[in-house]
């Protein structure tokens, strides 16, 4: 699977930002596609998935609420809508793909595709 994530950018604190990831290759019955990322100084952290096996989503604590994840009807294109968005939430953000049949969450030595990153700035 080919991942190019894109829509980055900087914003205030309370702003929002919309992701994509556009995907190639893949197999629409084994795709689950997660948005995750690093700040810097930290570990790389999931912050949502979505399976095209059954639209289950997941996301982390810190972004519930605020953050929406969905997929266009071919499965081409994966979005990451950011509201409120805030400080913390400053990070390059990397989307991946697991080949996956089945539902979010799903561990992420299972996501084998990455794409590039993008860079998500929050000032405040």
């Known amino acids: 699977v080919q991942l190019q994530a894109s829509g980055g950018g900087l914003v205030q604190t309370g702003g929002s930002l919309r992701l994509s990831c556009a995907a190639s290759?893949?197999?629409?019955?084994?795709?689950?596609v997660g948005w995750f990322r690093q700040a810097p100084g930290k570990e790389r952290e999931g912050v949502s998935c979505?399976?095209?096996?059954?639209?289950?989503?997941t996301y982390a604590d810190s972004v519930k609420g605020r953050f929406t994840i969905s997929g266009d009807n071919d499965w081409n294109t994966v979005y990451l809508q950011m509201n409120d968005l805030k400080p913390e939430d400053t990070a390059v953000y990397y989307c991946?793909?697991?080949?996956?049949?089945?539902?979010?969450?799903?561990?992420?030595?299972?996501?084998?595709?990455w794409g590039q990153g993008t860079l998500v700035t929050v000032s405040s």
């Open positions: 290759g893949f197999d629409l019955e084994y795709l689950v």
């Open positions: 991946a793909a697991a080949p996956v049949k089945g539902s979010c969450p799903v561990p992420r030595p299972v996501y084998d595709d």
């Open positions: 979505i399976s095209a096996t059954d639209g289950s989503t």
